[in-house]
C-alpha cells in the first residue's frame, strides 16, 4: 500500500503517450481528435462573485490533486486537495478480536443493541480517525482596484477564470501531465499572497505545519500519522503578462522527500511557463471530450450533465486514487470532512461510476476498478478475519486501504454491498468486451466475493438459502429493527446478480461446470420478496415499505439490476406497477437529493418517460448548489424532501447523468434501445458515439419526436440486436442481411463495420400525452393557480 501512495504522484504522463494509451480501447482513434465534440461555451460554469463558501466554488482538478477557486472584491482563495492524503490510522476497538460478524449475530440475538452501538457504530464517530485529510489553501491579496465580477468554468478547457471588473482575468488550470497547478494573475493584480496549512489536522494530534520558504517560493510541510508527510509549495514568476504562479500537493512515506519534490515540481512548471503547459493540458481534454456528446432541448439538464462528464475528467484518473464522497473537494471550513470523505459502498461508490460506461469514459471508470482490484488481497484477509470465510469481502465503509472504519452495522459490515461492485465489474467488461479484462480482472473479482458470499448462506424455513442475518442499507437506521427477516431484497437481489453474472463470465471463459454451479446459487436464493396482491416489492419477507425513505435499496432488481423489466412478462410488469404506485403514495418528504436522480434511472428505465424527466428536473433546481455539487437536502425548501441540509456529496450528479443515458440509450439484455424513455416536450434530440453493451458505438437522431437517424459502430465483431420503438416506421438499412427476429432488427456486424438506419419523419407530431411534465412546479402548486 504504501509503494502505490508513493507512486500516485508520478502517475502522470506527457500528453502524447497519454493520447497513445488510449488507441487500444474500444471506439479510440483519429476521430477522437474531432474538435467539434468540445462543449460549447454556452455549457460553462459561471459564477456571479461574490463566492464565500468553499463547496459554492469554481472546481478545478486532475485525478491526484484539486482545487477549489473563491472568493470576494479582492481577495481570492484556491483551496487545496490531494486524493491520497488520509489519516489510515484504525480505532482500537476495530482492531479487537472479537470485533467479528458472529458477535455481530451474537449480539443482535440478545437483542444487545447498546453493546452493538458500542462496539461497531461508535468508533465511527467517537475517533476523528481514519478519515481523508484537507490539504490547506492559498490566499490572494489584489490591488484594491482589482474587483472579481465572476468565476468561470470553460469546460472544453478545462481552464477556471477569475473576471474583473476591468482588464485581464486570472487564467488557472490543473495541468493533466503533470502534478501541478499554474495560475498567471494579470500584471498589476497580485499584492500578496500566502500558502496555508489545513488548521482541521490539528484534531488528529499532528504537530503544527514546518513552514517556510525562499526566493518566491513558500511552503509548509505537514507530518501526519503513520510515516506519511505532505507538504504543499506554490512559487512565482514575473512575466510580460502579469505574475505566473506555480502549486502542487505532494506526500512521501517511509523517508521520501515530498518538499524537495514539490520544489522541484514547481520550478519545473514556472520555468515551462504557463502556456507550453496548457498546450498538452488542451490535447488531454481534446481527447475527453472527443469520446461521445449529446445534445437535449434542456438547457439546464444538459449544462448539469456536461458538469457531471468534466468531474470524471478533473476527479477520476488512471494511477489516482477513484472519488470518494466529495472527489478531490475536500471540505476547507476549518474541519474535517463529512463523514470522512470515506469510500461509502453501500450505494456512493457504485452510484458515482454507474455513469461512466454510456459515456466512453472508459478510463475514469477504470480507475474505480484498478482501486479495488489491487487491494483484493486486504479484501480476502477481512473475509477471513471478520466474516471467517474464504473469498473476499469488502467493508461497506471503508479508507483508502480497504480496511473497515465501522459505522452503523447493518450496511457498513453488509457482506452484499460488494455484489453490487461486482455488476460494475460485470458492465465494464460487457460494454467494453475486453477479453483480457475479463480472464484478467472481472471474473476472479467477481468469483472470489461470490465464494465468500456463498459460504455465508444456510438453508432458511422455506427452503431458499438465506444469510444468518439481513439489512437493507438505512432501512429503520440504526436501531434493532434494521435487522430484517432473510433475505432483505436488497441482499436477495446483491447476491441474485452477482451469481448470475458470474456464471455468464464463466460461461465466455468457457467454463461450463463452473458457470453452472453459480446458476444453481442464484436459483438456491429463492424468489424475492413480494406483496402478492399490490405487486410491490417488499423489503424483506412479511414487511414493506411503510414511510417515504431515501435509499431505493429494495427495488435494485428494477434499477440497476434489470433482474424485474419490462421485457420480462406479466409478473414483472405487476412488479414494476406495483412498485411504482407504492412510490407515488410514499412520496418524497424522506429522500434526499440522489434520491430524485435515482428515481429518474428507475423511471426512465421502465420506459415512464416523463416520469423520468420530471424527478431529473427536481433534482437540478433543488438539490444541486450553484456550482454544481448535489447537496442532499432540499436547497429551495420548496417542501420535496423534509431534509433541507447541505453536505455535498457527488453520487447524485453521476445518478443525474446516468438519468440522461436512460432516455437516451439502453442495452441491457443485449438489446439496444435508442431513445427508449425520451419526454415529449423534448422534441429534438441527438447523441454522437454512445456506448451499448457488446462493444457498439451508437450516433441518433430525433426530430418532431421521432427517431430519424441512427448509426451503429462494432468495436468487436458480434451480433446486434436493435429494439423496434420507430412506431410503426421502417428503417431504411445501410447494410442488406437485416432481419426481424420478434421485437427486435438483428444483423451481425464485423469488427470496425458500421450499420445505418433511416426513417421517414411522421407527417405530423402527436400531441403531448395524459401527465406529460410540460414545466416545473413546486409541491401542492397547480398549474394556473396557487400553492396549496
Known amino acids: 500500500m504504501n509503494r502505490k501512495l508513493r507512486l500516485l504522484s508520478q502517475c502522470f504522463l506527457p500528453a502524447a503517450a ?56 479582492n481577495r481570492l482563495r484556491l483551496s487545496l486537495d490531494r486524493g491520497d492524503l488520509w489519516d489510515l490510522r484504525l480505532p482500537e476497538m476495530v482492531r479487537r478480536k472479537d470485533w467479528t460478524w458472529k458477535t455481530i449475530q451474537e449480539l443482535v440475538a440478545r437483542k444487545d443493541h447498546k453493546k452493538l ?15 481523508k485529510l484537507p490539504a490547506g489553501r492559498l490566499e490572494f491579496d489584489l490591488d484594491p482596484s482589482w474587483k472579481v465580477r465572476s468565476f468561470e468554468l470553460s469546460l472544453a478547457r478545462a481552464e477556471g477564470f477569475a473576471r474583473f471588473e476591468k482588464g485581464e482575468p486570472l487564467r488557472v488550470f490543473y495541468s493533466a501531465a503533470s502534478p501541478v497547478a499554474l495560475l498567471l494573475f494579470p500584471k498589476g493584480a497580485l499584492r500578496s499572497w500566502r500558502i496555508l496549512a489545513p488548521r482541521a489536522v490539528r484534531r488528529l494530534g499532528y504537530p503544527a505545519a514546518e513552514e517556510g520558504g525562499k526566493g518566491t517560493l513558500k511552503w509548509y510541510r505537514q507530518k501526519a500519522a503513520k510515516g506519511l508527510v505532505f507538504a504543499a509549495v506554490a512559487g512565482t514568476r514575473k512575466t510580460p503578462r502579469g505574475v505566473l504562479m506555480a502549486v502542487t500537493v505532494t506526500a512521501g512515506r517511509d523517508g521520501e522527500d515530498p518538499l524537495g519534490k514539490g520544489r522541484a515540481l514547481v520550478a519545473s512548471a514556472l520555468e515551462k511557463g504557463y502556456q507550453a503547459s496548457l498546450l498538452p493540458h488542451l490535447a488531454f481534454w481534446r481527447d475527453f471530450w472527443s469520446r461521445s456528446r449529446i445534445w437535449i432541448p434542456d438547457e439546464r439538464i444538459l449544462k448539469h450533465y456536461y458538469l457531471v462528464q468534466y468531474f470524471y475528467g478533473a476527479a477520476s484518473r488512471p494511477g489516482a486514487p477513484p472519488m470518494p464522497l466529495q472527489g478531490v473537494w475536500t471540505a476547507d471550513s476549518g474541519g474535517l470532512p463529512p463523514w470522512k470523505g470515506d469510500y461509502h459502498n453501500d450505494l456512493n461508490t457504485q452510484t458515482t461510476y454507474m455513469a461512466y460506461l454510456t459515456s466512453g469514459r472508459f478510463e475514469e471508470g477504470r480507475c474505480f476498478l484498478d482501486f479495488l482490484w489491487k487491494l483484493l488481497p486486504r479484501f480476502r484477509r477481512f473475509a477471513r478475519r471478520f466474516y471467517g470465510a474464504p473469498g473476499a469481502a469488502v467493508p461497506g465503509v471503508m479508507t ?37 479484462f475479463l480472464e484478467e480482472m472481472a471474473f476472479p473479482w467477481c468469483r472470489e466475493i461470490a465464494l465468500c458470499l456463498k459460504s455465508l448462506l444456510r438453508p432458511g424455513p422455506a427452503g431458499n438459502l438465506v444469510l444468518p442475518l439481513s439489512s437493507s442499507p438505512e432501512i429503520h437506521n440504526n436501531s434493532l429493527a434494521a435487522w430484517l427477516t432473510p433475505n432483505s431484497n436488497y441482499d436477495h437481489d446483491n447476491m ?21 454451479e453459480w446458476e444453481k446459487a442464484a436459483r438456491d436464493l429463492g424468489p424475492r420478496a413480494v406483496d402478492p396482491a399490490r405487486g410491490e416489492l417488499l423489503l424483506c419477507p412479511g414487511e414493506a415499505l411503510k ?98 441540509y447541505r453536505p455535498f456529496t457527488l453520487e447524485g450528479n453521476f445518478l443525474a447523468a446516468r438519468a440522461v443515458h436512460e432516455m437516451l440509450l439502453q442495452s441491457w439484455g443485449g438489446v439496444i434501445r435508442i431513445f427508449p424513455a425520451v419526454p415529449w416536450k423534448w422534441h429534438r434530440v441527438s447523441f454522437d458515439r454512445l456506448r451499448a453493451e457488446g ?50 432488427f438483428v444483423l451481425f456486424l464485423g469488427k470496425g463495420a458500421s450499420l445505418e438506419g433511416e426513417l421517414p419523419l411522421p407527417e405530423k407530431m402527436e400531441p403531448p400525452p395524459p401527465g406529460a411534465y410540460l414545466e416545473f412546479r413546486l409541491p401542492g402548486k397547480k398549474k394556473g393557480g396557487k400553492r396549496k
Request: aromatic share 12%.
Open 496 to 516: 441474485e446478480i452477482l451469481f448470475r453474472e458470474t456464471a455468464r463470465m464463466a460461461r465466455a471463459l468457457g467454463r461450463r461446470k463452473e458457470a453452472e
Open 117 to 131: 452501538v458500542e462496539m461497531f457504530d461508535r468508533p465511527y464517530n467517537a475517533v476523528p480517525h481514519p478519515t
Open 695 to 744: 462493444g457498439f458505438s451508437v450516433s441518433a437522431r430525433r426530430e418532431g419526436n421521432a427517431t430519424v437517424w441512427f448509426k451503429i459502430t462494432a468495436s468487436r465483431p458480434g451480433k446486434v440486436r436493435i429494439r423496434d420503438n420507430f412506431g410503426g416506421r421502417t428503417p431504411r438499412w445501410s447494410l442488406p442481411g437485416v432481419k426481424k427476429e420478434g421485437k427486435d
Open 18 to 73: 497519454l493520447l497513445a494509451g488510449c488507441a487500444g480501447l474500444p471506439g479510440k482513434g483519429a476521430a477522437r481528435a474531432d474538435r467539434s465534440f468540445l462543449p460549447p461555451s454556452s455549457l460553462d460554469l459561471v459564477l456571479e462573485a461574490p463566492v464565500d463558501r468553499w463547496d459554492e466554488a469554481l472546481p478545478l482538478g486532475n485525478g491526484l490533486l484539486g482545487g477549489l477557486l473563491w472568493g470576494r472584491e
Open 400 to 436: 483508502l486501504g480497504g480496511d473497515p472504519m465501522g459505522g452503523w452495522s447493518m450496511y457498513s459490515l453488509s457482506p452484499t454491498n460488494a455484489g453490487w461492485i461486482g455488476h460494475l465489474f460485470y458492465e465494464h467488461w460487457r460494454y467494453t468486451m475486453d477479453r483480457k
Open 547 to 644: 414511510s417515504s425513505h431515501r435509499h431505493f435499496s429494495h427495488t435494485m432488481s428494477i434499477h440497476p439490476f434489470g433482474l424485474v423489466n419490462v421485457d420480462g412478462g406479466k409478473e414483472d410488469r405487476k412488479i414494476i406497477d406495483g412498485t411504482i404506485a407504492l412510490y407515488e403514495r410514499l412520496g418524497t418528504g424522506g429522500w434526499v437529493g440522489y434520491s430524485f436522480s435515482w428515481m429518474s434511472c428507475l423511471r426512465a428505465r421502465v420506459g415512464r418517460a416523463e416520469d423520468a424527466l420530471r424527478y431529473l428536473d427536481i433534482f437540478v433546481r433543488a438539490f444541486i448548489l450553484r456550482n454544481g455539487f448535489h447537496a442532499n437536502g432540499d436547497q429551495l425548501k420548496a417542501g420535496f424532501s423534509y431534509f433541507r
